[in-house]
């Protein structure tokens, strides 16, 4: 079952921050966060194991609450280079391999 | 240069003729899957592979087969393909399952059925 991702839709300001929230309804193993430019494959950014610390990555970081099976990407003074769509993948820890939310589409303005 | 290939990048056929999509990893990868990807809808995961001669259904398997004869290739098969099969279709690797590391995706393939 897709983990449900809000919002659907975003549009900040250069500078601006955004919180991209990822839910699942079966107890999850990991979570994953990826960004994809259009026309391109899906990048990336980072994974958050259960029982693991928030993760982080330059303005980028994410935390995971295990008993909620809820995760956050939080995104700090956005860059145009931000623009994109994130997907938030979950694993349920059966070796079923990723099951991925409907997006969330981020659009930075100058 | 480690990275997932698939084949061919674009593709226009017509209802009922039967077509395979390669992926190939150079990484030595135990896991690989393929998802198809539609507007509104997100990465949907057809058949995804845990090892050699090791796969098993995803959410969205209908209409596909995969085969895992070698760890490294991992061809999508559509034995009679129909109009509602044209999507943009990836072919992703990683290390082992459960992931503990990154999902690596090919370049995406996309497939237009008449």
């Known amino acids: 079952q897709q983990p449900v991702q809000s919002p659907q839709a975003v549009i900040l300001r250069e500078g601006e921050d955004a919180v991209i929230n990822c839910s699942s309804s079966k107890a999850l193993y990991s979570v994953h966060w990826y960004r994809q430019k259009h026309g391109e494959a899906p990048v990336f950014l980072m994974i958050l194991l259960k029982g693991g610390e928030q993760k982080g990555h330059e303005k980028i970081s994410a935390s995971f609450n295990e008993k909620k099976q809820q995760s956050s990407l939080y995104l700090t003074a956005s860059q145009l280079s931000y623009s994109g769509t994130y997907f938030c993948g979950t694993e349920g820890g059966g070796a079923d391999g990723l099951t991925f939310g409907k997006g969330t589409h981020l659009i930075i303005q100058p | 240069e480690a990275q997932v290939t698939q084949n061919p990048r674009y593709l226009i056929t017509v209802t009922g003729k039967k077509l395979t999509v390669t992926c190939s990893q150079n990484?030595?990868?135990?896991?690989m899957s393929w998802y198809r990807q539609d507007p509104g809808l997100g990465l949907r995961q057809i058949y995804y592979?845990?090892?050699?001669?090791?796969?098993d259904k995803g959410d969205v398997p209908e209409g596909y087969k995969v085969s895992r004869k070698e760890k490294r290739n991992f061809p999508l098969i559509l034995e009679s393909p129909s109009p509602n099969q044209t999507s943009l279709y990836f072919c992703?690797?990683?290390?082992?399952?459960?992931?503990?590391?990154?999902?690596?995706f090919g370049e995406g393939s996309r497939l237009t059925v008449l």
């Open positions: 592979s845990m090892n050699v001669e090791v796969t």
């Open positions: 992703a690797s990683s290390f082992r399952a459960p992931l503990a590391g990154e999902l690596f």
């Open positions: 990484m030595n990868h135990e896991y």
